[in-house]
């Protein structure tokens, strides 16, 4: 039997959510749904996984989730701010405990010397506020690789956040 540490993110997300009665949704912008697919992968994921918004737009990150269009004038969607708004904006909607948002740049076109491309935010958020964190990922790899380790990345961010 393998370890509890030794499982996908995403199972040790599950169970660790089960175990604390929490429940949790996503907010994915470059991920495009891939932490969603993984959560819903693991059996019994329906007992604290309640929904995703993907919002690959900026229209629907304001219209959908809430993210200030003046913060997205002021900083650009791959931004600290955006990625906190993004989680919070889908946890009020969900109405969950737990919340995380990815937003970022998985190439390979889409980088600028101060956003190269591998530039993910990541956004937490409980009813205790927002966390964010900069992931800077290999700008070299394939698109395809960058969006599994932003939203690896990502679900470990929350696990830590609850742990």
Same mark, same amino acid.
């Given at each position: /039997? /393998?370890?509890?540490?030794? #499982?996908?993110?995403?199972? +040790? ?15 994915? *912008?470059?991920?495009?749904?891939? /932490?969603?697919? +993984?959560?819903? @992968?693991?059996?019994?994921? *329906?007992?604290?996984?309640? =929904? $995703?918004?993907? !919002? ?7 219209? %959908?989730?809430?993210? $200030?269009?003046?913060?997205? &004038? ?5 931004? &600290? ?10 946890? #009020? &909607?969900?109405?969950? @405990?737990?919340?995380? *948002? ?7 076109? =889409? ?13 937490? !958020? ?7 964190? %900069?992931?800077? #990922?290999?700008?070299? &790899?394939?698109?395809?690789?960058? +969006? ?10 929350? %696990?830590? +956040?609850?742990?």
């Amino acid at each position: /039997m /393998m370890q509890n540490n030794q #499982l996908p993110i995403e199972q +040790r997300l599950i169970a660790a959510l089960i175990d604390r009665g929490m429940t949790v949704a996503t907010a994915e *912008s470059c991920t495009g749904g891939l /932490m969603a697919k +993984r959560l819903t @992968d693991v059996p019994g994921a *329906s007992a604290v996984y309640l =929904g $995703s918004v993907v !919002s690959y737009a900026n229209a629907v990150k304001v219209n %959908l989730l809430g993210v $200030s269009p003046d913060d997205l &004038a002021a900083h650009g969607a791959v931004s &600290a701010p955006v990625a906190a708004q993004m989680a919070r904006g889908v946890r #009020l &909607a969900a109405g969950t @405990d737990l919340a995380v *948002s990815t937003t970022g740049i998985a190439g390979p076109g =889409g980088g600028t010397p101060e956003k190269p491309v591998g530039t993910v935010w990541v956004g937490v !958020s409980t009813a205790a506020g927002e966390e964010t964190f %900069l992931l800077q #990922l290999d700008p070299q &790899a394939d698109r395809s690789v960058i +969006r599994e380790e932003a939203a690896t990345l990502a679900l470990t961010a929350a %696990l830590n +956040r609850i742990s």
